[in-house]
């Protein structure tokens, strides 16, 4: 298969010491292990903070301090989880930037300038978050004002995944890319689409497991209020896990064969379908486990952490056939685009090799002449002609010395010849026994 | 880089955007962690010594708000560098990260121990309390926060220097080996490191002279200790960051050293050096300035002693940043890469075969002047956008139609020719073939003229 368009990879080799087969794999499980913890920090991240706003909310309409410690207690995860999931952020990062360069790249540049987003919109976004965990007290009796700072953040945290899932989706289908591809194309296709509605109902699965876990271990806890919010956040838990993990089952089907046909069926020869299974088997366990006692709170914490590591292996699986599929997809490109570098950089050798044309200046022009170009001076005067500044004759009808032509060379004074732009600048590095000579050949100009 | 898609980014300009961010990030780090790390920990040794309460809640305010910059500016914003570079100039980070992947790893684990002791050791302040045990040991978690956010400033000066000042690194360029602890050890590292860690003690320590400043208003007798606290580490700062500057300085290439007068102030300027001297020397004289009155009186000094102190160390910090980049020019990767991501050794075969012929992102009809050369200016916008627009906007920020103003279609030909000459030794040579050149002339006076 061939791609039209496509950049060279990067003319460097990847820097595995030679060792391509040892660490190769050792990158690529980096890279899936690094981007799952990234992951699971951004879904609690997103759930957290909208379910904290929600509670705020319902706290104060409903005058119930259970809800509004609730809403509360998630401020720390959100900011535990919007500090490690950009540093765990990194490492994918640095690892797809370095292993698919040509590719990610050029995918960020057509979805630029919205690709920064991600910097100056997280940056807004997490400003907004402090500003909303750190007023909580302060800002009790302005509830309004408290929900509204809140909701700038979740709003701004919620459209990060938009950008990030475009640029992913544009990289892994290098056949869709034209000479105008922008980022609302790539965000509004049904590829992207689909991917989006399966990540944000994960989001909100992962949210609900992390509220099942934090919930039981806040109905431990001494204080009545704090103990009460566990047993919102374990049935809140309850239904944020079972309610996306089922609309999954049909989202994930529906992003996967949006796909390019050549992915999918490398996909499946690769037998990558059978995490699929497993993942869906998986699922299907816990979601039985968190339904049985879903009208009443007799939830023990040995379930709750069953189902949690159970989710663990479902999760590593899904990033596992997350991986196979963008390996299906991009494969043949990285290969053309290593081998449209290795040509270039033969091209490149045997150009630089090849014996050179004679220069421009003869040998035989005259001294002064040479050392004008050597100098640079005809980047912007001719002998006989206006370019930037004038012609070396007019120069020469003016009859400086050679001593006032050094001095110009060093302080030049445009006003003695108002009509050229822009003014000539000066230029003390030209070594005055060479100005000497050019203004020898100058004045000897008729 | 020709193989690349074009970002365009009119008024602003590539340079503008991507300076944008490295100054904050710079601001921000150099700030609130690396230099606020080592002064706050420094506070805090003191405040457990004379066990002073109030001296160890200035110190935890002045945290709190370095913590907030530090982790929702100065991380995201380190990372910003390489997401403005990847689509401003994807051949020469891709370049840096082949060259530098297991650095930066390492960095990123340092910033992973950075992350996690900076959380520990704000989140749990409070619960410490002064003249426990607990407490020794949560200070120890602020010396570990310290040690790890300076090693991030250490990899990262590394990466730093060595687009300066490369070295040998490059044992074969076709097929490319690179030596990867050439690189690492190349001639800046150290003197930049040491520079950069004490001007960002200094840095730190004149925020802190001003977060006191506003912590203590109704105490003035913390505000005198922690005002001559932080004063004293400024102080102490300076002659050393000087000395490592010098020593930075001698390892410049000789033809950056030519550069410096129009880095530090700018080309327009540059027939007047004096003037960069007066404003290095006129910002250090505020910062001195500010830093003295607050110092010598700190009972009675103005706020606007802590701003023009500010102003005039950021104003430093600032220009130190502009000379650094410009100095490199042309290059990003010095001898081995221009500022426009074209890799010096490809010249001759962008001269042979033209530059368009590899621009995989530009339509084919246009790779090339056609024999009627109808297809001329659209040709030279392409090459202006791929070749130009690192540095140039249209008509914004370091327009180029201000540059070819009032010239015809043959100086420009002529001065596209010699870029890189005496006139503009910052400049890179063009890229490409005889008629690409004529085309992009072509343009460019196209653009002019419309504006008469």
């Not at chain 2, 980049?325 to 426009?340: D, G």
Request: overall charge positive.
């Amino acid at each position: 298969m061939h791609f039209n368009m496509l950049p060279n990879d990067i003319p460097l080799p990847i820097p595995t010491w030679g060792m391509d087969s040892v660490l190769m794999p050792v990158f690529l499980i980096l890279l899936v292990v690094s981007f799952v913890v990234h992951m699971v920090f951004i879904n609690v991240l997103l759930g957290a903070s909208l379910a904290s706003v929600y509670f705020n909310r319902k706290g104060a309409m409903e005058k119930n301090p259970v809800f509004d410690r609730v809403a509360y207690l998630l401020t720390t995860p959100v900011t535990i989880s919007e500090n490690m999931g950009a540093l765990w952020g990194v490492a994918p990062l640095l690892l797809v930037s370095v292993l698919f360069t040509p590719l990610f790249y050029a995918a960020a540049i057509m979805n630029s300038p919205q690709w920064l987003h991600i910097i100056y919109g997280n940056v807004a976004a997490f400003l907004f978050s402090y500003l909303y965990k750190f007023t909580w007290h302060k800002l009790e009796n302005r509830k309004p004002l408290h929900i509204m700072i809140g909701s700038a953040s979740v709003i701004l945290f919620f459209t990060l995944p938009l950008v990030f899932m475009s640029t992913v989706q544009l990289y892994w289908t290098p056949t869709t890319w034209t000479y105008n591809t922008h980022f609302w194309d790539a965000l509004l296709r049904p590829d992207t689409f689909f991917r989006l509605v399966h990540f944000f109902l994960a989001a909100f699965a992962v949210t609900g497991l992390f509220m099942m876990l934090y919930g039981k271990h806040k109905q431990k806890s001494a204080d009545a209020t704090d103990a009460e919010a566990g047993t919102i956040l374990l049935r809140t838990g309850k239904s944020w896990f079972a309610l996306p993990t089922v609309l999954n089952l049909f989202a994930g089907p529906l992003a996967l064969f949006q796909e390019p046909s050549y992915g999918i069926e490398a996909f499946f020869s690769a037998g990558y379908h059978w995490l699929i299974v497993l993942s869906v088997v998986i699922a299907l366990i816990c979601l039985y486990l968190v339904i049985r006692n879903f009208l009443n709170d007799h939830v023990s914490s040995g379930r709750v952490w069953t189902v949690a590591g159970l989710m663990a292996v479902t999760i590593l699986s899904m990033a596992t056939l997350r991986h196979g599929m963008r390996m299906s997809l991009i494969g043949p490109a990285l290969a053309q685009a290593k081998a449209q570098s290795e040509q270039f950089q033969k091209d490149s050798y045997e150009a630089r090799t090849a014996p050179k044309p004679a220069p421009a200046i003869a040998a035989d022009a005259p001294v002064g002449k040479q050392l004008a170009e050597k100098n640079g001076c005809l980047a912007c005067h001719a002998e006989d002609k206006r370019l930037v500044g004038p012609a070396y004759k007019e120069v020469a009808a003016r009859g400086y010395t050679a001593d006032k032509i050094v001095a110009l060379v060093k302080q030049p004074v445009p006003a003695d010849w108002p009509d050229y732009q822009p003014p000539m600048p000066p230029m003390p590095q030209v070594p005055e026994a060479d100005v000497r000579q050019i203004a020898d050949w100058i004045n000897g100009l008729k | 880089m020709f193989d690349f898609p074009i970002f365009d980014m009119p008024m602003f300009g590539h340079r503008f955007i991507f300076a944008f961010d490295a100054i904050v990030h710079v601001f921000i780090s150099h700030g609130a962690a690396v230099g606020g790390s080592i002064v706050l920990v420094l506070a805090q040794r003191l405040a457990i010594k004379n066990n002073d309460q109030k001296f160890d809640d200035l110190a935890y305010k002045v945290l709190f708000t370095l913590f907030i910059l530090a982790t929702a500016v100065g991380a995201l914003t380190g990372i910003g560098i390489w997401i403005h570079a990847n689509i401003i100039n994807p051949a020469a980070i891709g370049a840096l990260l082949r060259v530098f992947f297991w650095k930066w790893f390492v960095e990123w684990i340092v910033f992973n121990v950075e992350m996690v002791f900076l959380l520990m050791w704000f989140l749990s302040w409070k619960n410490r309390p002064l003249g426990t045990p607990a407490k020794q040991s949560h200070y120890r978690l602020g010396v570990a926060y310290a040690v790890a956010s300076w090693l991030t400033m250490a990899i990262i000066t590394a990466i730093l220097g060595f687009m300066m000042t490369p070295g040998n690194w490059l044992r074969s360029d076709f097929p490319a080996r690179p030596d990867y602890i050439a690189a690492l050890m190349n001639p800046s590292w150290i003197p930049s490191l040491g520079f950069r860690t004490f001007f960002a003690v200094a840095w730190a320590s004149a925020i802190c002279m001003l977060l006191t400043w506003f912590f203590t208003r109704n105490d003035e007798e913390t505000r005198v200790k922690g005002i001559r606290f932080f004063g004293k580490i400024l102080a102490a700062c300076v002659p050393l960051f000087l000395l490592f500057g010098y020593w930075y300085y001698l390892q410049f290439p000789a033809q950056a050293k030519e550069l410096f007068v129009i880095g530090a102030i700018t080309r327009r300027l540059a027939g007047n050096p004096q003037l960069a001297t007066y404003l290095t020397l006129g910002l250090a004289a505020l910062g001195l300035l500010g830093a003295l009155t607050l110092y010598a009186n700190p009972k009675r000094a103005p706020l606007v002693a802590a701003v023009i102190m500010l102003v005039g160390t950021s104003g430093l910090i600032g220009e130190f940043e502009r000379v650094r980049e410009f100095v490199r020019k042309p290059y990003i990767i010095y001898s081995y890469m221009y500022a426009n991501g074209v890799r010096v050794i490809d010249m001759p075969l962008l001269e042979r075969d033209g530059y368009l012929k590899y621009a995989q992102f530009v339509p084919p009809e246009f790779r090339q002047v056609s024999a009627n050369g109808d297809n001329k200016l659209k040709v030279g916008e392409y090459i202006y956008k791929m070749e130009c627009r690192y540095c140039h906007t249209v008509n914004g920020i370091n327009a180029i139609t201000a540059r070819v103003k009032g010239w015809n279609e043959e100086t420009i030909d002529n001065r596209i020719g010699s870029l890189h000459a005496t006139v503009t030794p910052f400049m890179p040579p063009f890229a490409g073939n005889v008629a690409e050149r004529q085309a992009l002339s072509a343009y460019l006076y196209d653009l002019s003229s419309q504006q008469r």
